[in-house]
């Protein structure tokens, strides 16, 4: 079985400020894990994966995320938060096992103040 | 370009009505996927199909119904039986084979009144 947990329904941070949106897995197997951004009333949008080859991943709009084991964490952030980043944020897991689906977290809103 | 369309954008139901929400793709995806959006409840899969003809249960199908008599089309027909169906619906599509993620549609909302 796999889950993820989202710490925090709500982040506020100020603009230019460090964003950090946490995420951390449970997964019986080599996880795969995802972040997706969300805007209002629109669908999903990749924001970066990883999938077992480097650590540190970067994604679009200057996000990256790092996938620690030891911690089961995989963590998103970005050093200067922009207006435009705000914005629903989930994160994801699956595996390559069978008919594995993806697992979302329940979400995180940033709040990104001038 | 290639994508998913999901339609339509928003759709009213009666109770007691069975709906269709219909979701179209030209990735060449072998597989689609549906999810239900509640605020502060994350993505929950209703059903998936990794093939033509085939397609299987997700966490809350139950008051759920589709089919998959194309490659390209997934519809999911909410029916009287789901007691809540007012909600933000997800449709999304993906390799087989490899972790690639998912595509996302742009989502139906589904208001019962």
């Known amino acids: 079985a796999q889950s993820v947990t989202q710490l925090g329904s709500h982040v506020s941070v100020s603009e230019g400020a460090l964003v950090l949106l946490r995420c951390n897995y449970s997964?019986?197997?080599?996880?795969?894990l995802f972040w997706y951004v969300q805007y209002p009333n629109q669908g999903l949008q990749l924001l970066l994966k990883?999938?077992?080859?480097?650590?540190l991943v970067k994604g679009i709009n200057g996000f990256e995320a790092e996938f620690k084991k030891s911690e089961t964490s995989f963590h998103l952030t970005k050093p200067s938060a922009h207006m435009s980043d705000a914005a629903e944020y989930f994160c994801?897991?699956?595996?390559?096992?069978?008919?594995?689906?993806?697992?979302f977290g329940k979400g995180t809103m940033l709040l990104v103040s001038p | 370009d290639g994508g998913i369309t999901q339609s339509p954008k928003y759709l009213f139901r009666k109770e007691g009505q069975n709906v269709t929400l219909s979701c179209e793709q030209n990735?060449?995806?072998?597989?689609m996927y549906w999810y239900r959006q509640d605020p502060g409840q994350g993505l929950r899969l209703i059903y998936y199909?990794?093939?033509?003809?085939?397609?299987q249960k997700g966490d809350i199908a139950e008051g759920y119904s589709v089919s998959r008599e194309k490659k390209e089309s997934f519809p999911l027909t909410v029916t009287s039986a789901q007691k809540n169906p007012t909600a933000f619906y997800l449709c999304?599509?993906?390799?087989?084979?490899?972790?690639?993620?998912?595509?996302f549609g742009s989502g139906t909302r589904l208001t019962v009144v």
């Open positions: 999304a599509s993906s390799r087989t084979g490899q972790v690639s993620g998912y595509t």
């Open positions: 997964s019986s197997v080599p996880p795969y």
């Open positions: 990883y999938t077992s080859a480097a650590t």
């Open positions: 994801a897991v699956t595996s390559l096992s069978g008919y594995s689906t993806l697992t």
């Open positions: 990735l060449n995806h072998d597989a």
């Open positions: 199909s990794q093939i033509v003809n085939d397609f």
